[in-house]
């Protein structure tokens, strides 16, 4: 586990640069293997381009899994209840997650091991981190997990669509429904919404409408929420968009699917994750018709509440390394 904090460390703060922080304690480990199970995310995509540099710089190999959002969750939860060693190290959504895979036992506790100089490089200060960003890995005294970044769904929409079609950009939320429905009337071939609809993935895209229509998901004395009304307002918006005017088979779509559709130009409007810009704007055109906001206010509430959450990376607590 020593040696895994130390991988680990370096996977997120040192893969690309000299291995020079610690001398010649980054090939203490010549020769391991690690098993590194991830989701399907810009990060992981990024890490599998550079473990071959890791091990370069290590001598320590890499089994790496990436597997869609409900694929990769099924997985690593079968995996973690029959308390397996096949993996050492993963991806965790913290704020999601995180107090249940605790209460579990599932995370190893990274304090002692970021505290220990010997295998963590010198220059590396958990503290840089926003103090809510570590939050949201602690329990107690135990850290299980480190920050990989911050994301939060973002309002897309086609403006040369819009001003073609003489659509006014939504300044509101309640602004979004009828922008789609003249899509529709302007041009019946072209799509006019596409969002998540997988159930273990919507939350993300769809809290937005529940807080912006000035809901919750719970009460003000902490009981579940989704049914008050203003709630039930943003989750009616939300299932009525995809009904009225989203793309066929999209309660099997997630954010793979939502951002090819986009990026194709085969939908006007979305609400997806900050993390894909720079797949959309890979896209032709896309770079330059395209508008990027956080989702509008409800116009009723003046209530704009953009959602923001982290993923992280653990070590296994079952993990032999």
């Known amino acids: 586990r020593h040696f895994l904090a130390g991988a680990m460390l370096a996977a997120a703060t040192f893969l690309a640069a000299p291995a020079t922080a610690q001398g010649d304690n980054w090939r203490s480990q010549d020769g391991q293997t690690i098993n590194l199970m991830f989701n399907n995310h810009p990060w992981s995509q990024a890490m599998r381009e550079m473990v071959a540099d890791f ?12 597997f869609n959002e409900e694929q990769f969750r099924a997985r690593l939860t079968t995996l973690m209840q029959g308390r397996s060693s096949d993996v050492d190290v993963f991806m965790s959504l913290t704020s999601r997650e995180g ?8 995370y190893a506790d990274l304090a002692p091991l970021m505290a220990d100089k010997g295998i963590t490089a010198p220059d590396f200060n958990y503290e840089d981190f926003g103090a809510s960003i570590r939050e949201a890995s602690t329990f107690g005294k135990q850290i299980v997990a480190l920050p990989i970044n911050q994301e939060g769904p973002l309002f897309y929409w086609r403006k040369d669509i819009f001003e073609r079609c003489k659509i006014a950009e939504p300044k509101y939320l309640e602004d979004i429904p009828a922008a789609a429905a ?6 019946a071939n072209q799509g ?11 939350p993300y895209a769809l809290a937005a409408f529940v807080y912006n229509s000035g809901g919750s998901f719970a009460t003000p004395d902490g009981k579940p929420g989704l049914s008050q009304p203003n709630s039930v307002k943003g989750l009616t918006m939300y299932a009525n968009l995809l009904k009225e005017y989203g793309p066929p088979g999209a309660l099997n779509h997630t954010f793979t ?11 006007a409007m979305t609400h997806e994750s900050s993390n894909e810009f720079a797949n959309i704007m890979r896209f032709p055109g896309r770079a330059d018709d395209l508008g990027v906001k956080v989702l509008p206010p409800g116009k009723e509430t003046g209530i704009s509440k953009p959602v923001a959450i982290g993923w992280t990376v653990a070590i296994s607590a079952y993990s032999k390394r």
Request: with cysteine.
């Open 257 to 267: 699917q939502v951002i090819e559709l986009l990026g194709q130009g085969r939908v």
């Open 192 to 202: 006019a919404w596409a969002a998540r609809g997988i159930r273990g993935v919507t």
């Open 182 to 187: 003249a899509v529709k009337s302007c041009d």
């Open 99 to 106: 107090a249940v895979f605790n209460r579990a036992g599932w």
């Open 55 to 66: 091990t370069a710089k290590t001598g320590v190999k890499t089994r790496m899994e990436i």
